[in-house]
């Protein structure tokens, strides 16, 4: 049986937002750790905000700013997507290149998502990190926030009030002051701590699995426990089911295989027709083949 998270040994704080594309690339590390440690680790996110105005922004490390920033924007997508392996459309920015623009929205939307059910926020945060990553999705919208809330089971209704009234954005902005005080100054970061004790540990940046499991290690030791993984196309079927879309990278970080090698295993399953493939961006998704599957992983 599975652990409940008041069973958790570990808890692992990502400091993130929708739109930053590293964070996008550890979502296989973090279907690893869920699929590994099989709820001794429980997950939580404080959205720190990356851009509050891009006509105020500049990075200086990737060159990202000034009057062509949706151009230097998409290049850095393309070339973190081509060392984290998740799927990107940079052209979602070029869409966006007149109006203003600012990661604030989608973060204060997910903070209105949390209001009504903490599983169910994260599985709108990745449903926001997929709109934006692959889909062209301006999750920056109201409406389009709405969409995809109500497409994962929240009440649009009621996102969208705890949005307008600013009850949302209050919550926001306690989370950009809990960045402030962890002296949080990259997205992701992650902070690991135990339970029990409340060591942590901080790890910074875009991170391998084996830095997550060495932590763990270092904090829990013998306590946690972790999940053999078969690998083999019924396992795949069933982790496509669960989760209901995931990217080849993924089932390749889950299942510790080639790309190619998972890219091929996923398109026999697409041939069975027990799954379907899903252009997106630079990529594809794979869902179920069923559309009756209606119970997916939370993470």
Same mark, same amino acid.
């Given at each position: 049986?599975?652990?409940?998270?008041?069973? !958790?040994?570990?808890?692992?704080?990502?400091?993130?937002?929708?739109?930053?594309?590293?964070?996008?690339?550890?979502?296989?590390?973090? &279907?690893?750790?869920?699929?590994?440690?099989?709820?001794?680790?429980?997950? +939580?996110? %404080?959205? =720190?905000?990356?851009?509050?105005?891009?006509?105020?922004?500049?990075?200086?490390?990737?060159?990202?700013?000034?009057?062509?920033?949706?151009?230097?924007? *998409?290049?850095?997508?393309?070339?973190?997507?081509?060392?984290?392996?998740?799927? /990107?459309?940079?052209?979602?920015?070029?869409?966006?290149?007149?109006?203003?623009?600012?990661?604030?929205?989608?973060?204060?939307?997910?903070?209105?998502?949390?209001?009504?059910?903490?599983?169910? !926020?994260? +599985?709108?945060?990745?449903?926001? +990190?997929? =709109?934006?990553?692959?889909?062209?999705?301006?999750?920056?919208?109201?409406? %389009?926030?709405?969409?995809?809330?109500?497409?994962?089971?929240?009440?649009?209704?009621?996102?969208?009030?705890?949005?307008?009234?600013?009850?949302?954005?209050?919550?926001?902005?306690?989370?950009?002051?809990?960045?402030? *005080?962890?002296?949080?100054?990259?997205?992701?970061?992650?902070?690991? &701590?135990?339970?029990?004790?409340?060591?942590?540990?901080?790890?910074?940046?875009?991170?391998?699995?084996?830095?997550?499991?060495?932590?763990?290690?270092?904090?829990?030791?013998?306590?946690?426990?972790?999940?053999?993984?078969?690998?083999?196309?019924?396992?795949?079927?069933?982790? /496509?089911?669960?989760?209901?879309?995931?990217? /080849? +990278?993924?089932?390749?970080? /889950?299942?510790?295989?080639?790309?190619?090698?998972?890219?091929?295993?996923?398109?026999?399953?697409?041939?069975?027709?027990?799954?379907?493939?899903?252009?997106?961006?630079?990529?594809?998704?794979?869902?179920?083949?069923?559309?009756?599957?209606?119970?997916?992983?939370?993470?």
């Amino acid at each position: 049986m599975a652990k409940t998270k008041k069973d !958790s040994i570990l808890e692992l704080v990502q400091y993130t937002d929708p739109y930053c594309t590293w964070c996008w690339g550890a979502e296989p590390i973090l &279907r690893r750790i869920h699929e590994t440690y099989d709820g001794q680790v429980r997950q +939580r996110f %404080v959205v =720190g905000g990356l851009v509050r105005d891009m006509r105020e922004f500049f990075d200086a490390a990737n060159n990202i700013g000034g009057a062509q920033w949706y151009v230097s924007v *998409a290049q850095h997508w393309d070339e973190a997507s081509a060392r984290h392996g998740m799927p /990107v459309d940079g052209r979602i920015f070029y869409d966006q290149k007149d109006e203003i623009f600012s990661t604030y929205p989608a973060c204060i939307a997910f903070k209105a998502a949390q209001f009504q059910d903490d599983g169910l !926020s994260q +599985r709108y945060l990745r449903r926001l +990190r997929e =709109g934006a990553a692959a889909e062209r999705l301006i999750i920056q919208k109201v409406d %389009v926030q709405t969409r995809l809330a109500e497409e994962i089971g929240l009440n649009p209704a009621k996102l969208r009030e705890d949005i307008q009234t600013g009850k949302a954005e209050e919550a926001f902005k306690a989370d950009l002051q809990e960045c402030r *005080a962890a002296r949080i100054r990259s997205f992701p970061t992650f902070l690991i &701590r135990n339970v029990a004790s409340g060591a942590s540990i901080l790890l910074a940046g875009y991170q391998p699995f084996e830095g997550f499991a060495s932590a763990f290690h270092q904090l829990a030791g013998n306590q946690l426990r972790s999940t053999s993984i078969q690998v083999d196309n019924d396992s795949i079927l069933h982790f /496509v089911q669960r989760y209901g879309k995931v990217a /080849v +990278r993924e089932v390749a970080e /889950v299942f510790q295989l080639a790309d190619e090698d998972a890219r091929d295993r996923l398109a026999r399953l697409a041939g069975e027709q027990l799954i379907k493939q899903q252009a997106a961006g630079n990529g594809i998704f794979c869902l179920p083949g069923s559309l009756d599957v209606t119970e997916t992983t939370q993470m």
